[in-house]
């Protein structure tokens, strides 16, 4: 006789705000790929060094979904957005000579990329410490795909409470809990050591949850089962 299958039943999904479920992963901003010839990371870098113009055009086809990703992942709905990623593949192409190793291109722009946001976190705290006017939240733009009220608002609330928080702290805690990056991943990126990478990231969550628990849409998000709950 023969022994029926049985499928196993799918695990109920987890309402809880942790690196896995983050609500803000419901709202990252998505970009139809184009087409590229099959080359190794490391040839449109030889490519970029030997000055094919093409070769910008492959760098950012390939690599511009991962950076705009990690720049409203780091920066939330951000009106200069367009202009940052064009700035982060600047720096790029003119830094390509002082990339070391080639087939890292894809780390090595993640690197640049946090230096950018890092950068535009802190000059957009100063120009608003030098009006003495606090800056108002930006719209955010139509989400890429359907989101509940109760997500878009979580998600509203999450860059209300990152906007509030230290650059360094801000990005730690984006590229770990929205990015879900590893540790040594994140200390690459910020160039810094493990231990300084957590200890920033300890900090970060810190301030978080300080901030967080005035916003009532998070507090779910917090308590009902996830990294937080009961602190």
Not at 94 to 106: D, N
Not at 119 to 141: G, M, N, T
Not at 161 to 190: K, N, P, Q, Y
Request: glycine fraction near 4%; proline fraction near 8%; charge should be neutral.
């Amino acid at each position: 006789m023969l022994t029926p299958i049985r499928h196993p039943k799918p695990e109920p999904r987890r309402e809880s705000f942790d690196a896995r479920d983050s609500v803000v992963r419901e709202l990252r901003p998505s970009r139809t790929a184009r087409t590229v010839p099959v080359v190794s990371d490391a040839e449109v870098v030889g490519q970029l060094r030997g000055g094919m113009h093409a070769a910008a055009t492959t760098l950012f086809d390939r690599h511009a979904r991962h950076v705009e990703r990690l720049l409203f992942s780091l920066l939330g709905p951000e009106p200069e957005a367009e202009d940052l990623l064009h700035e982060v593949f600047l720096r790029a192409i003119e830094g390509v000579a002082h990339l070391e190793e080639p087939s890292k291109l894809r780390s090595w722009l993640t690197g640049i990329t946090v230096h950018t946001a890092r950068e535009h976190i802190r000059k957009r705290v100063r120009r608003r410490w030098l009006s003495f006017v606090a800056e108002l939240p930006e719209p955010p733009p139509p989400p890429p795909r359907v989101a509940t009220e109760e997500v878009t608002e979580a998600t509203r609330c999450t860059f209300e409470v990152l906007r509030g928080m230290s650059a360094d702290d801000r990005v730690v805690f984006s590229l770990r809990f929205i990015e879900t990056m590893e540790m040594a991943e994140i200390a690459v990126a910020c160039d810094v050591s493990v231990s300084t990478a957590k200890r920033r990231l300890k900090d970060a969550e810190r301030h978080f949850l300080a901030r967080a628990r005035r916003f009532p849409a998070l507090h779910p998000w917090i308590e009902e089962g996830g990294r937080w709950a009961g602190e």
